[in-house]
């Protein structure tokens, strides 16, 4: 079966701490994305991925930090820095970065600060 | 600064009923506009994408218009069901890769 995953669901971070999301998919797709989600607002894009060891900073990129090492992972590290990151986090995919291809979600990691 | 707004933030009806949800863009110049659904904590599932240059597109009971000079969409679900209930999502695609997302339509279907 085609898809994306996503681990771990549920993490937990203590204040000051670095944390990283895994994001995989086998949809050999090109272009990769890290979306945020808080409550009664749209997702927010934090980085994509239109290839191969290539990435860009999308509206809310402070505080996190990718890689894109193999096509088919883009982690995601949520490090110190970021002041509020309690949040739901989506990893998506799509064939292309042209804005024409469909994107392809993960089911998500729910991101707690204790 | 394109914006999209989904109005109302949540819905509830009774099953079998007919229900129009609504997406409005500021910005015109659109690549094509998404429809999604979310389950509560799960990812987002692709319903329905409308390019530019579509007027509508429909899959099974769902129907999704797109009116690009009034910066206008709706997603009409025919003969809703209780598995129906989700959170709608719209989004809008510039020339570049983002997406410009919408706060989403809380739908519930009363048996």
């Known amino acids: 079966d085609g898809g994306i995953t996503q681990s771990p669901k549920y993490l937990f971070r203590k204040e000051g701490q670095n944390v990283t999301l895994s994001c995989e998919q086998n949809?050999?797709?090109?272009?990769m994305y890290w979306y945020r989600q808080d409550p009664g607002q749209g997702l927010r894009l934090i980085y994509y991925?239109?290839?191969?060891?290539?990435?860009q900073k999308g509206d809310i990129a402070e505080g996190y930090s990718v890689s894109r090492e193999k096509k088919e992972s883009f982690p995601l590290t949520v490090t110190s820095a970021q002041k509020n990151p309690t949040a739901f986090y989506l990893c998506?995919?799509?064939?292309?970065?042209?804005?024409?291809?469909?994107?392809?979600f993960g089911p998500g990691t729910r991101l707690t600060v204790l | 600064k394109q914006e999209v707004t989904q109005i109302p933030a949540a819905l509830s009806v009774p099953e079998g009923e007919n229900l129009v949800l609504n997406c409005s863009f500021t910005?015109?110049?659109?690549?094509?506009l998404q429809w999604f659904r979310q389950d509560p904590g799960k990812g987002l599932t692709s319903l329905l994408l409308?390019?530019?240059s579509q007027r509508e597109q429909t899959s099974g009971r769902l129907n999704a218009s797109l009116d690009k000079s009034s910066g206008r969409s709706t997603l009409y679900i025919a003969a809703s069901q209780p598995g129906d209930s989700a959170t709608y999502l719209c989004?809008?695609?510039?020339?570049?890769?983002?997406?410009?997302w919408g706060a989403g339509t809380k739908l519930i279907i009363k048996p």
């Open positions: 409308i390019q530019s």
């Open positions: 989004a809008v695609s510039h020339s570049n890769y983002q997406l410009i």
């Open positions: 998506a995919s799509s064939k292309r970065t042209s804005g024409r291809d469909t994107q392809y």
């Open positions: 949809l050999n797709h090109d272009a």
């Open positions: 991925s239109q290839i191969v060891n290539d990435f």
């Open positions: 910005d015109s110049a659109i690549y094509n």
